[in-house]
């Protein structure tokens, strides 16, 4: 059994706006978990980068002396 009473005193609102203070606080956190994303991606690539570093240094080494 569901109880509940209409108020004719209230309004009811159009739409749901959600206070600054939230919108503020969501996207502070949403940054910061872009920016930790980004560091555990390059730390997860960084051997990858080094390999590209050497094949390219190989490659100018290769042609400088040949």
């Known amino acids: ?9 209230q309004k009811d609102p159009d739409t749901y706006m959600v206070p600054f203070a939230d919108q503020a606080v ?3 956190d949403y940054s910061w978990r872009f ?7 390059v730390r997860a690539l960084w051997p990858l980068f080094i390999l590209i570093q050497a094949v390219i240094s190989g490659v100018k080494w290769q042609r400088k002396k040949g």
């Open 35 to 41: 920016i930790k994303g980004a560091f555990f991606v």
């Open 26 to 28: 969501n996207n502070l």
């Open 1 to 9: 059994m569901d109880l509940y009473q209409i108020s004719a005193n």
